[in-house]
Protein backbone atom coordinates (compact mmCIF):
# COMPACT_ATOMS: atom_id res chain seq x y z
CA UNK A 1 0.00 0.00 0.00
CA UNK A 2 1.14 3.46 -0.96
CA UNK A 3 2.14 5.72 1.57
CA UNK A 4 0.00 8.98 1.40
CA UNK A 5 0.74 12.30 3.53
CA UNK A 6 -2.35 13.39 4.25
CA UNK A 7 -3.00 16.70 5.70
CA UNK A 8 -3.89 15.39 9.15
CA UNK A 9 -0.19 13.36 9.13
CA UNK A 10 1.22 16.44 7.82
CA UNK A 11 0.15 18.11 10.66
CA UNK A 12 0.80 15.93 13.24
CA UNK A 13 4.40 15.68 12.00
CA UNK A 14 4.75 19.14 11.75
CA UNK A 15 3.76 18.94 15.25
CA UNK A 16 6.42 16.06 16.53
CA UNK A 17 8.80 18.33 14.12
CA UNK A 18 8.57 21.07 16.74
CA UNK A 19 8.75 19.36 19.89
CA UNK A 20 11.92 17.66 18.46
CA UNK A 21 13.75 21.23 17.65
CA UNK A 22 11.88 22.90 20.90
CA UNK A 23 13.72 19.92 23.15
CA UNK A 24 17.11 20.04 21.09
CA UNK A 25 17.00 24.34 21.77
CA UNK A 26 16.48 23.60 24.93
CA UNK A 27 19.35 21.90 25.87
CA UNK A 28 21.59 23.42 24.33
CA UNK A 29 20.77 27.09 24.70
CA UNK A 30 19.55 27.07 28.58
CA UNK A 31 16.12 28.53 26.91
CA UNK A 32 15.05 28.47 30.71
CA UNK A 33 17.00 31.21 31.54
CA UNK A 34 14.69 33.33 29.08
CA UNK A 35 11.64 32.04 31.10
CA UNK A 36 10.95 28.74 28.53
CA UNK A 37 10.86 25.86 30.74
CA UNK A 38 10.67 22.89 28.43
CA UNK A 39 9.67 19.08 30.16
CA UNK A 40 8.61 16.37 28.90
CA UNK A 41 5.36 17.01 26.65
CA UNK A 42 4.94 20.37 27.73
CA UNK A 43 6.98 23.72 27.80
CA UNK A 44 5.55 26.74 29.57
CA UNK A 45 6.79 30.40 28.63
CA UNK A 46 5.99 33.10 31.39
CA UNK A 47 6.36 36.54 29.89
CA UNK A 48 7.37 39.44 31.51
CA UNK A 49 5.92 41.34 28.88
CA UNK A 50 2.77 39.81 28.98
CA UNK A 51 2.16 40.89 32.57
CA UNK A 52 2.83 44.40 31.49
CA UNK A 53 0.24 44.54 28.91
CA UNK A 54 -2.42 42.99 31.28
CA UNK A 55 -1.54 46.58 33.47
CA UNK A 56 -1.33 48.98 30.46
CA UNK A 57 -4.46 47.43 29.23
CA UNK A 58 -6.35 47.42 32.65
CA UNK A 59 -4.93 51.17 33.25
CA UNK A 60 -5.96 52.78 29.49
CA UNK A 61 -9.51 52.66 29.69
CA UNK A 62 -10.89 51.54 33.40
CA UNK A 63 -14.22 52.79 33.06
CA UNK A 64 -15.24 50.83 30.14
CA UNK A 65 -13.39 47.63 31.66
CA UNK A 66 -15.39 48.23 34.87
CA UNK A 67 -18.80 48.51 32.80
CA UNK A 68 -17.31 45.39 30.23
CA UNK A 69 -16.89 43.56 33.46
CA UNK A 70 -19.81 43.99 35.34
CA UNK A 71 -21.79 43.25 31.82
CA UNK A 72 -19.56 40.11 31.99
CA UNK A 73 -20.80 39.20 35.10
CA UNK A 74 -24.50 39.56 34.29
CA UNK A 75 -23.93 37.05 31.17
CA UNK A 76 -22.31 34.61 33.48
CA UNK A 77 -24.50 34.08 35.50
CA UNK A 78 -26.90 33.66 32.44
CA UNK A 79 -24.66 30.78 31.38
CA UNK A 80 -24.54 29.75 34.78
CA UNK A 81 -28.56 28.84 34.60
CA UNK A 82 -28.37 27.76 31.19
CA UNK A 83 -26.00 25.34 31.67
CA UNK A 84 -27.70 23.51 34.11
CA UNK A 85 -30.70 23.85 32.02
CA UNK A 86 -28.96 22.26 29.47
CA UNK A 87 -28.38 19.40 31.60
CA UNK A 88 -31.39 18.73 33.48
CA UNK A 89 -33.11 19.28 30.77
CA UNK A 90 -31.51 16.55 28.54
CA UNK A 91 -31.24 14.26 31.49
CA UNK A 92 -34.96 14.00 31.61
CA UNK A 93 -35.46 13.86 28.07
CA UNK A 94 -33.06 10.71 28.26
CA UNK A 95 -36.38 9.16 30.91
CA UNK A 96 -38.40 10.10 28.26
CA UNK A 97 -37.06 8.34 24.86
CA UNK A 98 -40.72 7.92 23.74
CA UNK A 99 -41.68 11.21 23.57
CA UNK A 100 -38.38 13.77 22.60
CA UNK A 101 -34.81 12.96 21.47
CA UNK A 102 -31.84 13.42 24.19
CA UNK A 103 -28.69 15.34 22.76
CA UNK A 104 -25.82 12.97 22.82
CA UNK A 105 -23.39 15.28 24.85
CA UNK A 106 -19.70 14.18 24.63
CA UNK A 107 -15.99 15.29 26.03
CA UNK A 108 -14.06 17.04 23.34
CA UNK A 109 -11.14 14.79 22.61
CA UNK A 110 -8.46 14.37 19.71
CA UNK A 111 -8.60 11.07 17.91
CA UNK A 112 -11.20 9.64 20.54
CA UNK A 113 -14.23 12.14 20.17
CA UNK A 114 -12.88 14.48 17.72
CA UNK A 115 -12.07 12.69 13.96
CA UNK A 116 -8.34 13.16 12.96
CA UNK A 117 -9.17 15.86 9.91
CA UNK A 118 -10.56 18.04 12.35
CA UNK A 119 -7.29 18.55 14.31
CA UNK A 120 -5.56 21.55 12.83
CA UNK A 121 -8.84 23.35 13.53
CA UNK A 122 -9.54 22.30 16.93
CA UNK A 123 -6.65 23.24 18.23
CA UNK A 124 -6.20 26.74 16.31
CA UNK A 125 -10.22 27.19 17.93
CA UNK A 126 -8.39 25.84 21.52
CA UNK A 127 -5.39 28.89 21.12
CA UNK A 128 -8.01 31.79 20.37
CA UNK A 129 -10.13 30.65 22.71
CA UNK A 130 -7.86 30.14 25.72
CA UNK A 131 -6.06 33.01 24.75
CA UNK A 132 -9.09 35.55 25.17
CA UNK A 133 -10.66 33.66 28.13
CA UNK A 134 -7.37 34.25 29.93
CA UNK A 135 -6.71 37.49 28.69
CA UNK A 136 -9.52 38.47 30.28
CA UNK A 137 -9.13 36.95 33.73
CA UNK A 138 -5.69 38.75 33.51
CA UNK A 139 -7.20 42.13 32.65
CA UNK A 140 -10.27 42.33 35.23
CA UNK A 141 -7.44 41.22 37.77
CA UNK A 142 -5.42 43.87 37.54
CA UNK A 143 -8.87 46.35 36.80
CA UNK A 144 -9.26 44.72 40.66
CA UNK A 145 -5.79 45.38 42.13
CA UNK A 146 -5.41 41.70 42.03
CA UNK A 147 -1.53 41.16 41.51
CA UNK A 148 -0.62 38.51 38.66
CA UNK A 149 2.12 36.20 40.36
CA UNK A 150 2.96 35.44 36.34
CA UNK A 151 1.50 35.06 32.80
CA UNK A 152 2.47 33.48 29.73
CA UNK A 153 2.32 30.67 26.90
CA UNK A 154 1.97 27.14 27.98
CA UNK A 155 1.28 23.78 25.54
CA UNK A 156 0.77 20.28 26.78
CA UNK A 157 1.61 17.72 23.80
CA UNK A 158 -0.85 19.20 21.02
CA UNK A 159 -2.97 21.62 22.77
CA UNK A 160 -1.49 25.03 23.17
CA UNK A 161 -2.75 27.89 25.09
CA UNK A 162 -2.13 30.58 27.43
CA UNK A 163 -3.03 31.16 31.49
CA UNK A 164 -2.31 33.74 34.08
CA UNK A 165 -2.11 33.21 37.66
CA UNK A 166 -2.73 35.65 40.27
CA UNK A 167 -2.13 36.01 43.74
CA UNK A 168 -4.69 33.18 45.58
CA UNK A 169 -4.56 35.07 48.66
CA UNK A 170 -4.72 38.67 47.34
CA UNK A 171 -7.73 37.18 45.36
CA UNK A 172 -9.48 35.65 48.07
CA UNK A 173 -9.09 39.28 49.66
CA UNK A 174 -10.89 40.93 47.29
CA UNK A 175 -14.57 41.79 48.08
CA UNK A 176 -16.83 38.98 46.72
CA UNK A 177 -17.91 41.35 43.53
CA UNK A 178 -14.61 42.31 42.78
CA UNK A 179 -14.02 38.31 42.75
CA UNK A 180 -17.11 37.54 40.65
CA UNK A 181 -16.13 39.79 38.33
CA UNK A 182 -13.04 38.40 37.55
CA UNK A 183 -13.89 34.81 37.20
CA UNK A 184 -17.30 35.28 35.01
CA UNK A 185 -15.40 37.53 32.37
CA UNK A 186 -13.65 34.66 31.21
CA UNK A 187 -16.85 32.66 29.94
CA UNK A 188 -18.40 35.93 28.86
CA UNK A 189 -15.66 36.71 26.60
CA UNK A 190 -15.40 33.42 24.80
CA UNK A 191 -19.39 33.98 24.40
CA UNK A 192 -18.55 37.41 22.74
CA UNK A 193 -16.04 35.76 20.89
CA UNK A 194 -18.14 32.98 19.28
CA UNK A 195 -21.03 35.96 18.59
CA UNK A 196 -18.20 38.04 16.65
CA UNK A 197 -17.43 35.10 14.65
CA UNK A 198 -21.18 34.01 13.85
CA UNK A 199 -21.30 37.66 12.62
CA UNK A 200 -17.95 37.38 10.78
CA UNK A 201 -19.27 33.96 9.02
CA UNK A 202 -22.36 35.66 7.79
CA UNK A 203 -20.70 38.29 6.46
CA UNK A 204 -17.76 36.04 4.47
CA UNK A 205 -20.14 33.62 3.10
CA UNK A 206 -23.29 33.31 1.27
CA UNK A 207 -25.91 31.89 3.80
CA UNK A 208 -27.80 29.65 0.42
CA UNK A 209 -26.12 26.54 0.01
CA UNK A 210 -24.50 25.75 -3.31
CA UNK A 211 -24.03 21.81 -3.31
CA UNK A 212 -22.74 19.24 -1.23
CA UNK A 213 -19.31 19.17 0.65
CA UNK A 214 -17.71 15.60 1.57
CA UNK A 215 -16.23 15.41 5.03
CA UNK A 216 -16.03 11.53 4.52
CA UNK A 217 -15.29 8.65 1.81
CA UNK A 218 -15.90 5.06 2.20
CA UNK A 219 -12.22 3.80 1.01
CA UNK A 220 -12.04 1.65 -2.25
CA UNK A 221 -15.86 2.69 -2.29
CA UNK A 222 -17.52 4.09 -5.73
CA UNK A 223 -16.65 7.70 -5.08
CA UNK A 224 -13.30 6.83 -3.90
CA UNK A 225 -12.46 4.66 -6.74
CA UNK A 226 -13.87 7.48 -8.92
CA UNK A 227 -11.37 10.01 -7.91
CA UNK A 228 -13.29 11.92 -5.16
CA UNK A 229 -11.91 13.55 -2.42
CA UNK A 230 -12.41 15.24 0.78
CA UNK A 231 -13.41 19.08 0.60
CA UNK A 232 -14.47 18.01 -3.09
CA UNK A 233 -18.36 19.49 -3.97
CA UNK A 234 -21.19 18.06 -5.40
CA UNK A 235 -23.15 20.05 -7.57
CA UNK A 236 -25.57 18.24 -9.56
CA UNK A 237 -26.42 14.73 -9.94
CA UNK A 238 -27.33 13.99 -13.99
CA UNK A 239 -27.62 17.60 -14.63
CA UNK A 240 -29.70 17.66 -11.46
CA UNK A 241 -28.37 20.78 -9.45
CA UNK A 242 -27.81 19.48 -5.60
CA UNK A 243 -27.94 22.03 -2.94
CA UNK A 244 -27.63 20.16 0.01
CA UNK A 245 -27.25 17.00 1.55
CA UNK A 246 -31.44 16.69 1.69
CA UNK A 247 -31.21 17.01 -1.84
CA UNK A 248 -28.76 14.44 -2.24
CA UNK A 249 -30.52 12.04 0.06
CA UNK A 250 -33.77 12.59 -2.04
CA UNK A 251 -32.10 12.05 -5.64
CA UNK A 252 -30.73 8.86 -4.41
CA UNK A 253 -33.58 7.53 -3.13
CA UNK A 254 -34.74 7.14 -6.47
CA UNK A 255 -31.63 5.21 -7.99
CA UNK A 256 -31.48 1.76 -8.13
CA UNK A 257 -28.02 -0.07 -7.27
CA UNK A 258 -25.33 -1.00 -9.85
CA UNK A 259 -26.51 2.40 -11.70
CA UNK A 260 -23.98 4.61 -13.51
CA UNK A 261 -24.96 8.03 -12.60
CA UNK A 262 -23.10 11.43 -13.21
CA UNK A 263 -21.76 13.49 -10.67
CA UNK A 264 -21.06 17.18 -11.08
CA UNK A 265 -18.06 17.75 -9.18
CA UNK A 266 -16.08 21.15 -8.07
CA UNK A 267 -12.32 19.27 -7.68
CA UNK A 268 -9.42 21.77 -7.61
CA UNK A 269 -11.13 24.49 -8.38
CA UNK A 270 -13.17 23.49 -11.24
CA UNK A 271 -16.34 21.47 -11.99
CA UNK A 272 -15.83 18.07 -13.84
CA UNK A 273 -18.29 15.67 -14.77
CA UNK A 274 -17.54 12.33 -12.99
CA UNK A 275 -19.49 9.03 -14.01
CA UNK A 276 -19.57 6.44 -10.99
CA UNK A 277 -21.33 3.51 -10.49
CA UNK A 278 -23.61 2.98 -7.68
CA UNK A 279 -23.30 0.07 -5.13
CA UNK A 280 -26.08 -1.37 -3.11
CA UNK A 281 -26.04 -0.23 0.72
CA UNK A 282 -24.56 -2.69 3.15
CA UNK A 283 -27.64 -2.23 5.44
CA UNK A 284 -30.51 -2.33 2.41
CA UNK A 285 -29.47 -4.03 -0.45
CA UNK A 286 -32.26 -2.12 -2.59
CA UNK A 287 -30.47 0.89 -1.88
CA UNK A 288 -27.90 2.45 -3.71
CA UNK A 289 -24.75 4.43 -2.56
CA UNK A 290 -21.98 5.96 -3.64
CA UNK A 291 -19.48 5.66 -0.98
CA UNK A 292 -20.00 9.35 1.41
CA UNK A 293 -19.31 8.70 4.73
CA UNK A 294 -19.77 11.77 5.86
CA UNK A 295 -21.45 15.56 4.38
CA UNK A 296 -22.69 18.79 4.58
CA UNK A 297 -24.04 22.14 2.64
CA UNK A 298 -21.30 24.12 1.07
CA UNK A 299 -21.42 27.47 1.44
CA UNK A 300 -19.37 29.28 -1.46
CA UNK A 301 -17.28 32.26 0.01
CA UNK A 302 -17.62 36.32 -0.93
CA UNK A 303 -14.15 37.03 -0.49
CA UNK A 304 -13.24 35.40 -3.82
CA UNK A 305 -11.04 32.45 -2.36
CA UNK A 306 -10.26 29.36 -3.67
CA UNK A 307 -12.15 26.36 -3.46
CA UNK A 308 -9.96 24.87 -0.42
CA UNK A 309 -8.98 28.13 0.93
CA UNK A 310 -12.23 28.98 1.54
CA UNK A 311 -13.38 25.29 3.03
CA UNK A 312 -10.46 25.72 6.20
CA UNK A 313 -11.53 29.54 6.38
CA UNK A 314 -15.02 27.96 7.11
CA UNK A 315 -14.45 25.05 9.26
CA UNK A 316 -12.10 27.32 11.13
CA UNK A 317 -14.36 29.63 12.53
CA UNK A 318 -16.93 26.95 12.68
CA UNK A 319 -14.75 25.16 15.41
CA UNK A 320 -14.30 28.63 17.05
CA UNK A 321 -17.78 29.02 17.19
CA UNK A 322 -18.11 25.47 18.63
CA UNK A 323 -15.42 25.65 21.20
CA UNK A 324 -16.25 29.39 22.00
CA UNK A 325 -19.76 28.72 22.97
CA UNK A 326 -18.88 25.35 24.63
CA UNK A 327 -16.59 26.55 26.71
CA UNK A 328 -19.14 29.95 27.59
CA UNK A 329 -21.75 27.29 29.01
CA UNK A 330 -19.77 24.57 30.29
CA UNK A 331 -17.01 26.96 32.70
CA UNK A 332 -20.02 28.27 33.96
CA UNK A 333 -21.36 24.60 35.57
CA UNK A 334 -21.35 25.55 39.57
CA UNK A 335 -18.76 22.48 40.05
CA UNK A 336 -15.14 22.48 40.63
CA UNK A 337 -12.59 23.06 38.76
CA UNK A 338 -14.92 25.08 36.38
CA UNK A 339 -15.15 28.97 37.35
CA UNK A 340 -18.98 28.79 37.75
CA UNK A 341 -18.45 26.87 40.55
CA UNK A 342 -16.75 29.70 42.56
CA UNK A 343 -19.20 32.36 41.21
CA UNK A 344 -22.18 30.18 42.71
CA UNK A 345 -20.34 29.28 46.35
CA UNK A 346 -19.39 32.70 47.01
CA UNK A 347 -21.98 34.66 47.52
CA UNK A 348 -24.00 31.44 49.09
CA UNK A 349 -20.74 31.61 51.91
CA UNK A 350 -21.50 34.82 52.50
CA UNK A 351 -25.32 34.17 53.19
CA UNK A 352 -24.56 30.88 55.21
CA UNK A 353 -22.74 30.96 58.41
CA UNK A 354 -21.88 27.24 59.18
CA UNK A 355 -20.98 24.30 57.06
CA UNK A 356 -19.75 26.23 54.03
CA UNK A 357 -17.60 22.62 53.59
CA UNK A 358 -20.59 20.43 52.98
CA UNK A 359 -22.60 23.57 51.17
CA UNK A 360 -19.51 23.39 48.75
CA UNK A 361 -19.55 19.18 48.46
CA UNK A 362 -23.23 18.68 47.92
CA UNK A 363 -23.04 21.64 44.93
CA UNK A 364 -20.40 19.75 43.26
CA UNK A 365 -21.65 16.67 43.98
CA UNK A 366 -25.34 17.06 42.36
CA UNK A 367 -23.70 18.94 39.35
CA UNK A 368 -21.34 16.41 38.50
CA UNK A 369 -23.85 13.87 38.82
CA UNK A 370 -25.41 15.45 36.31
CA UNK A 371 -22.52 16.02 34.11
CA UNK A 372 -21.48 12.29 34.35
CA UNK A 373 -25.16 11.22 33.61
CA UNK A 374 -25.20 12.89 30.69
CA UNK A 375 -21.92 11.97 29.04
CA UNK A 376 -22.98 8.30 30.77
CA UNK A 377 -26.00 7.56 29.19
CA UNK A 378 -24.88 9.63 25.59
CA UNK A 379 -22.71 6.59 25.26
CA UNK A 380 -25.59 4.33 26.61
CA UNK A 381 -27.83 5.72 24.12
CA UNK A 382 -25.52 6.61 21.09
CA UNK A 383 -22.51 4.69 21.53
CA UNK A 384 -18.81 6.98 20.99
CA UNK A 385 -20.18 10.03 19.33
CA UNK A 386 -17.83 11.40 17.32
CA UNK A 387 -17.50 14.65 15.26
Keep these: MDFILT ?9 AVFW ?46 KVLS ?5 LSIGLMVFSIYVLTSNLW ?16 IPVLTIRLYWLPFFFLAVVIIFLSHELAH ?28 QDEKEFEKASVLDRLRMLGVGSSTNLVVALLVTLLMAGLFIP ?33 SIYGPENFTSYMSKVTPNTTIVLTVLHDNREMPIPIKTEPSPTNSSRAIVGIDRATSYLPN ?20 LLGISVAVFNMLPAAPFDGERVLFYPLASLVKKRKRELRWTLNVIVWGLFVSNIALSFWRYGLFKL
Design 93 to 108: KFSLPSITQAAPLTLL
Design 7 to 15: PELAFLLGV
Design 208 to 240: SPAGVLIQEVTPNGPADKAGLRQWDVIKAINGT
Design 302 to 321: RLGLDQYAGVNLYWSLSWIY
Design 70 to 74: NVGLA
Design 138 to 165: GIVARLEGIPILSSGVLAFLLFFGAFVE
Design 20 to 65: VVLYVLAYFFHLEKHGLDVQLGYFIYRSKALNSFLDRAANKWRTLW
